[in-house]
C-alpha cells in the first residue's frame, strides 16, 4: 500500500502519476522551445497555406464558372438556331445572335477580369507558404545541430 508520504517513491502507479505532472521546470523547458518567434513563424506559414488554398480554390471556381456560363449561353445558342423558318425570323435570330454575343463577351471579360487578380494573389501566396515552409525546417534543423 502507497501512503500519501511516499506516494511519488512507491509502487508504479504512483511513478507513473509524477511522469505525468507538468512541473515548473518542465514548463519553462517546454516555454523555452517553443518561443515567441517560433510562434510566429508557424502562425505565419499556416496562415499563408490558408490563403493559398483558398485563392487556388477561387481560381478553380471562377474557372468553373465561366465555362458553366459559356456552356448555358451555348446551350440556349443551340436552341435557338433550328427555330430560324422565315426572313422575319432571320431578323430576330440575328438579334438573339448579337445578345448571345454579348453575353459571351461580358462572361469572358469578367473570367478574364478575376484570372488577372487572383493568378498573382494565389502565386505570391504560395510562393510566401514555401519559402516560410523552408525557412521553419531549416531553423528547426539548426536547433537540433545545436542541441
Do not use: C
Not at 517560433?38 to 505565419?44: A, H, L, Q
Not at 449561353?73 to 427555330?83: E, G, N, Q, W
Not at 463577351?105 to 494565389?122: C, N
Amino acid at each position: 500500500m502507497s501512503t500519501p508520504n511516499n506516494e511519488g517513491k512507491g509502487g508504479s502507479s504512483g511513478e507513473n502519476s509524477k511522469d505525468r505532472i507538468i512541473t515548473p521546470q518542465t514548463f519553462t523547458s517546454f516555454r523555452a522551445k517553443d518561443t515567441t518567434n517560433d510562434f510566429v513563424t508557424k502562425f505565419r506559414t499556416r496562415i499563408s497555406g490558408y490563403l493559398a488554398l483558398g485563392l487556388w480554390s477561387s481560381l478553380v471556381a471562377a474557372g468553373a464558372w465561366h465555362a458553366g456560363r459559356v456552356s448555358h449561353i451555348t446551350d440556349r445558342m443551340l436552341v435557338a438556331a433550328p427555330l430560324v423558318q422565315s426572313d422575319e425570323d432571320v431578323n430576330v435570330a440575328n438579334l438573339s445572335y448579337k445578345s448571345f454575343d454579348k453575353a459571351f463577351v461580358m462572361v469572358g471579360d469578367a473570367a478574364k477580369t478575376l484570372y488577372a487578380v487572383i493568378s498573382p494573389l494565389a502565386t505570391a501566396a504560395t510562393g510566401f507558404y514555401f519559402v516560410s515552409q523552408s525557412t521553419e525546417q531549416s531553423s528547426s534543423k539548426e536547433e537540433e545541430e545545436e542541441e
